[in-house]
Nanobody, 111 residues
């Protein structure tokens, strides 16, 4: 399983950033976790093979996940300082041994 993430960076509050991820073929779902400094990991958004999506409450209406289970983009609009975190691409496969984790990409939102 290979997961390749890109994007992220620095934005001001109210701004926009994108993070993208590609995954080895055959994933049943793909998405993003994030971990803010000093906090636990939080599932942010997922996209499933059938097209259904999940968003954690704090990002609903601001973040949009799009693409396929081979590659997704997380569009992050109206960013808030509390969105600052390392974002990890994850994917689940039918074998049930997931989620598989990619390397994190840093998103920093300044106030």
């Amino acid at each position: 399983v290979q997961l390749q993430a890109s994007g992220g960076g620095l934005a001001q509050a109210g701004g926009t950033l994108r993070v993208s991820c590609t995954a080895s073929g055959g994933a049943s779902a793909i998405g993003w976790y994030r971990q803010a400094p000093g906090k636990g990991r939080e599932l942010v958004a997922t996209l499933s093979l059938g097209g259904s999506t999940y968003y954690t409450d704090s990002v609903k209406g601001r973040f949009t996940i799009s693409g396929t289970t081979s590659g997704v983009t997380l569009q992050m609009d109206r960013l808030k300082p509390e969105d600052t975190a390392t974002y990890y691409c994850v994917a689940w496969y039918p074998s049930g041994s997931g989620p598989h984790w990619g390397k994190g990409t840093l998103v920093t939102v300044s106030s």
